[in-house]
């Protein structure tokens, strides 16, 4: 039977409709007559109806086809499809009354507003009863998904009622929260308490659970669909009106927070300007141009039109990346863009692309920053930020780079974790050269936690809330020193202009920021609340997991107090204690000794013998002061 009516054309079902209407004129007549006269007789009513019984059977396949009654599919057929019924049986009545008159038949009013009711009636049941059947058909022909909606409102309402004619689901019951739902019926469907789930989902041998709570906000659908999951389910999230219409929805349109409006203080890439004018015309390398910092440095460099811009970059997709990025923003710029693939641990590498584009200026900005992931690869970290910054710092020396200037951390101060201990080495390596150097002027720029870089806590808060949360926090006392890319790479240009050698500048950031406010601020800022015990309804949980090994409760800047003014207020020099020529040939010998060796505990003990405060973590108590007369 299914098989036959799926062979059946638009074309042939339409005309099958329209049959079902034309049939239904004569059965309605013989109806209203026995109704009305309780006989059949041709001497008799039936006698008068039967000459006009023809034009009413011509003219309801007339009208009905005009009206497009026949055009309207089966599951489609709803309150305006019945309203075009009602039209056509009234034109009907209409019609064999004025017929009546005409012939003289004498057949009175009240035969014919029954005979139009009885139509309307017919017409619109039939159509109803096909669809049940073919409905029951199409399930029988095929398994249907067996699914649960979850939320009872309105949506789900309306979910529950459009698919109880779906083909291939079949939804068994409701789960909601609302306790006054809960034990009621809605749409033929129970309403359960979101408690029973794992035993619906057993009991009723549930595959699939709609989430039909569009107004419900995305981290709660996000964790409801969590615990969903773990049953073994598959969960979908039914959109909301809005989405359905291709309008996304406020939360969807907002743009992420701006790192700025998180530092807890004015941003300051806007006060510390000037020195563009110093790389204008020059050749310029950056080493690690396709990271965070790289690439923002990459922009603004070449806003200030050098002549040529290397881009050295180990990492194949993030160098493309930047290249494609930059020659889109040459806007006719004479600027000369070379993409270099490559280690800045290769020494011959590194001196041919000195050599060749005669480069002027180095920003030595790439190293391995992750500090645990640095902390669990420590041969890699130490190989790749203290042996290549020697390399190309080296290199650059000899090829008579005029300025080398190293981005750091202020994790190099004092610190606690390998990756800290690294950019320490790093730096005192860049500051044996600037005491030996006579031609290359070496300097470093120490940065606070870059909001919105890669591996910084922004990006990684702002994925766990688009997940739904929790939001993960080391420690609730923990303190940072945030800055945002712009100004750290405003820093860099600025500081690396007027530079005169083995200096360390920093940018002062004010006070440091407590991490669990930021958070808070993060998670308000995305649009959402905080839940904890004061707001149990809240959209995102804050979760404290404990400081990782080697990451410190507050962070330093300056490893001594003193340090001086520069020619911008906001960003101060400091000139710190450095080990002697003998002692960084002898560190760097042992470590290179260690990595070849693979011996990461060799390689920490080099980096303990010369790099100030570097040991397990402090313990955790009160915050480390800031250094004597520091400007916040």
């Given at each position: 039977?299914?098989?036959?009516?799926?062979?059946?054309?638009?074309?042939?079902?339409?005309?099958?409709?329209?049959?079902?209407?034309?049939?239904?004129?004569?059965?309605?007549?013989?109806?209203?007559?026995?109704?009305?006269?309780?006989?059949?007789?041709?001497?008799?009513?039936?006698?008068?109806?039967?000459?006009?019984?023809?034009?009413?059977?011509?003219?309801?396949?007339?009208?009905?086809?005009?009206?497009?009654?026949?055009?309207?599919?089966?599951?489609?057929?709803?309150?305006?499809?019945?309203?075009?019924?009602?039209?056509?049986?009234?034109?009907?009545?209409?019609?064999?009354?004025?017929?009546?008159?005409?012939?003289?038949?004498?057949?009175?009013?009240?035969?014919?507003?029954?005979?139009?009711?009885?139509?309307?009636?017919?017409?619109?049941?039939?159509?109803?009863?096909?669809?049940?059947?073919?409905?029951?058909?199409?399930?029988?022909?095929?398994?249907?998904?067996?699914?649960?909606?979850?939320?009872?409102?309105?949506?789900?309402?309306?979910?529950?009622?459009?698919?109880?004619?779906?083909?291939?689901?079949?939804?068994?019951?409701?789960?909601?929260?609302?306790?006054?739902?809960?034990?009621?019926?809605?749409?033929?469907?129970?309403?359960?308490?979101?408690?029973?789930?794992?035993?619906?989902?057993?009991?009723?041998?549930?595959?699939?659970?709609?989430?039909?709570?569009?107004?419900?906000?995305?981290?709660?659908?996000?964790?409801?669909?969590?615990?969903?999951?773990?049953?073994?389910?598959?969960?979908?999230?039914?959109?909301?009106?809005?989405?359905?219409i291709g309008e996304d929805t406020l939360v969807d349109?907002?743009?992420?927070?701006?790192?700025?409006?998180?530092?807890?203080?004015?941003?300051?890439?806007?006060?510390?300007?000037?020195?563009?004018?110093?790389?204008?015309?020059?050749?310029?390398?950056?080493?690690?141009?396709?990271?965070?910092?790289?690439?923002?440095?990459?922009?603004?460099?070449?806003?200030?039109?050098?002549?040529?811009?290397?881009?050295?970059?180990?990492?194949?997709?993030?160098?493309?990346?930047?290249?494609?990025?930059?020659?889109?923003?040459?806007?006719?710029?004479?600027?000369?863009?070379?993409?270099?693939?490559?280690?800045?641990?290769?020494?011959?590498?590194?001196?041919?692309?000195?050599?060749?584009?005669?480069?002027?200026?180095?920003?030595?900005?790439?190293?391995?920053?992750?500090?645990?992931?640095?902390?669990?690869?420590?041969?890699?970290?130490?190989?790749?930020?203290?042996?290549?910054?020697?390399?190309?710092?080296?290199?650059?020396?000899?090829?008579?780079?005029?300025?080398?200037?190293?981005?750091?951390?202020?994790?190099?101060?004092?610190?606690?974790?390998?990756?800290?201990?690294?950019?320490?080495?790093?730096?005192?390596?860049?500051?044996?050269?600037?005491?030996?150097?006579?031609?290359?002027?070496?300097?470093?720029?120490?940065?606070?936690?870059?909001?919105?870089?890669?591996?910084?806590?922004?990006?990684?808060?702002?994925?766990?809330?688009?997940?739904?949360?929790?939001?993960?926090?080391?420690?609730?006392?923990?303190?940072?020193?945030?800055?945002?890319?712009?100004?750290?790479?405003?820093?860099?240009?600025?500081?690396?202009?007027?530079?005169?050698?083995?200096?360390?500048?920093?940018?002062?950031?004010?006070?440091?920021?407590?991490?669990?406010?930021?958070?808070?601020?993060?998670?308000?800022?995305?649009?959402?609340?905080?839940?904890?015990?004061?707001?149990?309804?809240?959209?995102?949980?804050?979760?404290?997991?404990?400081?990782?090994?080697?990451?410190?409760?507050?962070?330093?800047?300056?490893?001594?107090?003193?340090?001086?003014?520069?020619?911008?207020?906001?960003?101060?020099?400091?000139?710190?204690?450095?080990?002697?020529?003998?002692?960084?040939?002898?560190?760097?010998?042992?470590?290179?000794?260690?990595?070849?060796?693979?011996?990461?505990?060799?390689?920490?003990?080099?980096?303990?013998?010369?790099?100030?405060?570097?040991?397990?973590p402090p313990p955790l108590g009160a915050p480390a002061?800031?250094?004597?007369?520091?400007?916040?």
């Amino acid at each position: 039977m299914l098989s036959i009516v799926k062979a059946l054309t638009q074309t042939q079902k339409r005309l099958i409709l329209l049959t079902i209407d034309v049939l239904i004129v004569p059965v309605a007549v013989l109806l209203t007559l026995a109704i009305q006269e309780n006989s059949l007789s041709l001497s008799g009513p039936l006698g008068a109806i039967l000459p006009i019984l023809p034009l009413l059977v011509i003219a309801a396949g007339a009208i009905s086809w005009s009206l497009g009654i026949p055009h309207i599919r089966l599951i489609a057929y709803q309150m305006s499809s019945l309203g075009k019924t009602g039209i056509c049986a009234a034109y009907l009545a209409a019609l064999g009354l004025a017929l009546s008159q005409l012939t003289g038949a004498g057949i009175p009013l009240g035969f014919f507003v029954l005979f139009g009711l009885l139509f309307f009636l017919f017409s619109a049941l039939m159509r109803l009863a096909m669809l049940r059947v073919l409905t029951r058909l199409y399930q029988r022909d095929q398994a249907r998904c067996r699914v649960l909606i979850y939320g009872a409102g309105n949506t789900g309402r309306q979910l529950a009622l459009a698919l109880n004619s779906h083909e291939t689901i079949l939804p068994l019951a409701f789960v909601d929260d609302n306790r006054v739902l809960q034990g009621l019926t809605v749409a033929g469907l129970p309403v359960h308490a979101p408690q029973r789930m794992a035993e619906l989902v057993r009991d009723k041998e549930i595959r699939r659970v709609l989430l039909a709570i569009p107004s419900l906000s995305r981290p709660k659908q996000a964790r409801i669909s969590r615990d969903l999951a773990r049953l073994g389910v598959e969960v979908q999230v039914l959109p909301s009106f809005a989405q359905l219409i291709g309008e996304d929805t406020l939360v969807d349109k907002l743009a992420p927070p701006a790192p700025a409006q998180f530092l807890g203080r004015s941003r300051l890439d806007g006060e510390v300007t000037g020195g563009s004018d110093h790389y204008a015309g020059r050749s310029v390398l950056i080493s690690g141009a396709g990271g965070s910092i790289g690439s923002e440095l990459c922009r603004q460099i070449l806003a200030c039109r050098p002549r040529r811009l290397v881009l050295f970059e180990q990492s194949e997709l993030a160098l493309y990346t930047i290249d494609m990025e930059l020659r889109q923003l040459l806007d006719q710029q004479e600027v000369e863009i070379v993409p270099v693939l490559g280690s800045v641990q290769d020494g011959a590498k590194v001196a041919r692309v000195l050599r060749r584009h005669a480069v002027q200026v180095v920003f030595h900005a790439a190293a391995y920053k992750h500090v645990p992931l640095v902390e669990d690869n420590p041969l890699a970290g130490l190989s790749n930020n203290v042996l290549g910054t020697h390399v190309l710092a080296r290199e650059s020396g000899e090829a008579g780079v005029e300025r080398f200037i190293l981005v750091s951390s202020d994790k190099a101060v004092r610190p606690t974790n390998v990756m800290g201990a690294s950019k320490r080495l790093a730096e005192q390596v860049v500051q044996d050269l600037a005491s030996r150097s006579q031609t290359t002027v070496f300097t470093m720029v120490r940065f606070g936690n870059v909001l919105g870089s890669s591996g910084s806590v922004l990006p990684l808060f702002l994925e766990q809330i688009s997940r739904g949360g929790p939001v993960t926090l080391t420690h609730a006392e923990a303190t940072r020193y945030f800055m945002t890319t712009e100004e750290a790479v405003r820093l860099v240009l600025y500081a690396g202009s007027f530079a005169a050698g083995g200096e360390v500048f920093v940018l002062d950031m004010g006070q440091p920021v407590a991490i669990h406010t930021l958070v808070r601020q993060v998670i308000e800022g995305s649009g959402y609340s905080v839940r904890d015990a004061a707001h149990p309804e809240g959209d995102i949980e804050i979760v404290v997991t404990g400081l990782r090994p080697g990451e410190k409760l507050h962070e330093e800047l300056l490893i001594s107090g003193a340090h001086q003014a520069t020619r911008h207020p906001k960003i101060l020099s400091a000139r710190e204690g450095c080990i002697s020529e003998i002692e960084v040939a002898a560190s760097l010998r042992a470590l290179r000794q260690a990595i070849e060796a693979g011996d990461a505990d060799a390689a920490r003990a080099v980096a303990a013998r010369v790099v100030e405060g570097y040991g397990p973590p402090p313990p955790l108590g009160a915050p480390a002061p800031l250094p004597p007369g520091w400007v916040g």
